[in-house]
T-cell receptor, first 115, second 113 residues
C-alpha cells in the first residue's frame, strides 16, 4: 500500500485566494482525520470522518475552513479565503475505526504558506 | 486550553543512556494513550500505546508508563540511539460518541553519539 497520500506537498498562495488540500486514505480504512501543525499549538484536530460522514468538526477554526469526503478514497480541506495565519503543515491521517487503537497512519503533510 | 501537555520542548541525551519523555493530561475521561514519533518532512508514525486499565506497556526498547492518579504518562527509551532523534508526540483519546484523539505539542529528542 502506498500509504496516505496528500497533495500538494507544498503550497504557496496569496492572501485571499482559495486553497484546496487533498487526501487519499489507505484502502480499507474507514476513518479519516485532518490535523494542523503549528509551532504554537502543536498538532490540532480539525475534523474527522467515519464512513465518509463528518463526526466532529469542532476543531475547524472558522467558516473559512470546510472539508468534504465524497467517497471512501478521497477527502478535501478547503480554505476560502486564505489568510497568513493559516500558514501551517496540514496532515491527513486514516485508520480502521476511529479509536486508533493501533494508531493512525499519517500522510507526509502539505506545507501551506499564505503570503 | 491544552488537554494534553508536553512541557519540555526539547531533550538531549547521550547515546546508550535512557531517554524519558513526559506528558500530562487534564481530561479524566481520556482512556487510551499513544506516543507518535515524527521525523522532519514526514508525518507522525505510531510508536506505542496504553489503555487506561494498564499502568505499563513495553515494546522492545520503548516502555510507556501511565499514572492515572497523577494524570501523567511517560515514554522511556532504553538504550537511546542516534536514530531515535525526532519529535515525539503524546496523544490521548476519549469516547465522545466517536473517538477524538488529542495531541500534545511535542518534545524534540536529540540523541548524541
Amino acid at each position: 500500500d502506498a500509504g496516505v497520500i496528500q497533495s500538494p506537498r507544498h503550497e504557496v498562495t496569496e492572501m485571499g485566494q482559495e486553497v484546496t488540500l487533498r487526501c487519499k486514505p489507505i484502502s480499507g480504512h474507514n476513518s479519516l482525520f485532518w490535523y494542523r501543525q503549528t509551532m504554537m499549538r502543536g498538532l490540532e484536530l480539525l475534523i474527522y470522518f467515519n464512513n465518509n460522514v463528518p463526526i466532529d468538526d469542532s476543531g475547524m477554526p472558522e467558516d473559512r475552513f470546510s472539508a468534504k469526503m465524497p467517497n471512501a478514497s478521497f477527502s478535501t480541506l478547503k480554505i476560502q479565503p486564505s489568510e497568513p495565519r493559516d500558514s501551517a503543515v496540514y496532515f491527513c491521517a486514516s485508520s480502521y475505526g476511529d479509536r486508533g487503537t493501533y494508531g493512525y497512519t499519517f500522510g507526509s503533510g502539505t506545507r501551506l504558506t499564505v503570503v | 486550553d491544552q488537554q494534553v501537555k508536553q512541557n519540555s520542548p526539547s531533550l538531549s541525551v547521550q547515546e546508550g543512556r535512557i531517554s524519558i519523555l513526559n506528558c500530562d493530561y487534564t481530561n479524566s475521561m481520556f482512556d487510551y494513550f499513544l506516543w507518535y514519533k515524527k521525523y522532519p518532512a514526514e508525518g507522525p508514525t505510531f510508536l506505542i500505546s496504553i489503555s487506561s486499565i494498564k499502568d505499563k506497556n513495553e515494546d522492545g526498547r520503548f516502555t510507556v508508563f501511565l499514572n492515572k492518579s497523577a494524570k501523567h504518562l511517560s515514554l522511556h527509551i532504553v538504550p537511546s540511539q542516534p536514530g531515535d532523534s525526532a519529535v515525539y508526540f503524546c496523544a490521548a483519546s476519549e469516547n465522545t460518541g466517536g473517538f477524538k484523539t488529542i495531541f500534545g505539542a511535542g518534545t524534540r529528542l536529540f540523541v548524541k553519539a
